[in-house]
């Protein structure tokens, strides 16, 4: 069954540096999700992503997040200037269409900031 | 915005017993409800989702229930296993200009004692 694959599994970084994490979507799939959960809390909506565009985003998704698709299979997630409250699993989905339609989580990357 | 509110936040059951969780939802205009399983270091997997036009749907020992009116969804595992241990999640999507943004409720760890 094709999943949603994340690289790395796990990142360590200083407070203040530049991060970006990896997805691969399933292939056929052309709507692209970010998510967090900081430990013990609920996953949280980051961004939506359509045709090499932002379609919605949240509150969380400030200046010192992006997005890309910088070819035909990665998705990643730009944190500029990481800060101790970035610390969290950051969960990437992909469906095939919008509303009403199966999301399919990666794995996660867990985003340790010292 | 949406806002989902699950309960309980932790659920004991005994092998064969009947699990519950409920959810309730803000946004009238939700009208897709997945329900996700993740087990300690996993992906999110999609056990089962309902949407609006729907007051029940069945699978296996799964089945989940939705209440338009009152905007509440609830999740019922019956004859459950062990293997059923897992902290589940609910979710609400809103349709029109949501882009397919999940909300998420704060999860239902479910431990299954055999």
């Known amino acids: 069954e094709p999943e949603v694959t994340q690289t790395p599994s796990h990142q360590v970084t200083q407070m203040g540096q530049e991060v970006i994490l990896r997805c691969v979507p399933i292939s056929n799939h052309l709507y692209f999700y970010w998510y967090r959960q900081i430990l013990g809390q609920k996953v949280e909506f980051l961004v939506s992503f359509y045709n090499n565009e932002i379609s919605e985003k949240s509150e969380i998704f400030d200046d010192q997040f992006s997005v890309e698709r910088p070819d035909g299979s990665n998705f990643t997630l730009k944190i500029r200037s990481t800060k101790l409250e970035d610390s969290a699993m950051y969960f990437c989905a992909s469906s095939q269409a919008f509303a009403k339609n199966i999301q399919y989580f990666g794995a996660g990357t867990r985003l340790s900031v010292l | ?114």
């Open chain 2, 1 to 114: 915005g949406e806002n989902v509110e699950q309960h309980p936040s932790t659920l004991s059951v005994q092998e064969g017993d009947s699990a519950v969780i409920k959810c309730t939802y803000s946004d009238s205009a939700s009208n897709y409800f997945p329900w996700y399983k993740q087990e300690l270091g996993k992906r999110p997997q999609l056990i089962i989702d309902i949407r609006s036009n729907v007051g029940e749907k069945k699978d296996q020992r799964i089945a989940v229930t939705l209440n338009k009116t009152a905007k509440h969804f609830s999740l019922h595992i019956t004859e459950t296993q062990p293997e059923d241990s897992a902290v589940y999640f609910c979710a609400a999507c809103a349709g029109g200009t949501s882009y397919g943004k999940l909300t998420f409720g704060q999860g239902t760890i479910l431990t299954v004692h055999p």
